[in-house]
């Protein structure tokens, strides 16, 4: 493999896991609301999603694209 494949290569990976960590915009993040309350929601990295205390309710990321469908959240 070429020195510039390689680095190309590195540097998708790199991407690859800030993504995997960040899960979710961090600006996207502060605008988004609870659905069903409309009340503050925090990011939880075990569970992969978005959590809503008040109403108890897992909202899952996919792809980057957070699930805000009440119907799809799970009850925690």
């Known amino acids: ?3 510039e494949k390689e680095k190309k290569s590195a540097k ?5 896991e800030q993504n995997e960590e ?3 915009d ?3 993040l502060e605008i988004l609301a609870c659905p069903k309350c409309k009340g ?4 939880d990295k ?3 999603g978005l959590v809503c205390n008040n109403c108890r309710l897992l909202y899952k990321i996919e ?5 805000m ?3 799809e959240a799970i009850q925690i």
């Open 1 to 3: 493999m070429s020195v």
């Open 12 to 16: 998708a990976e790199q991407k690859t």
């Open 22 to 24: 960040q899960l979710i």
């Open 26 to 28: 961090p600006e996207l």
């Open 40 to 43: 503050d929601i925090f990011l």
């Open 46 to 48: 075990k569970r992969k």
């Open 63 to 67: 792809d980057g694209i957070p699930i």
């Open 69 to 71: 469908l009440i119907d």
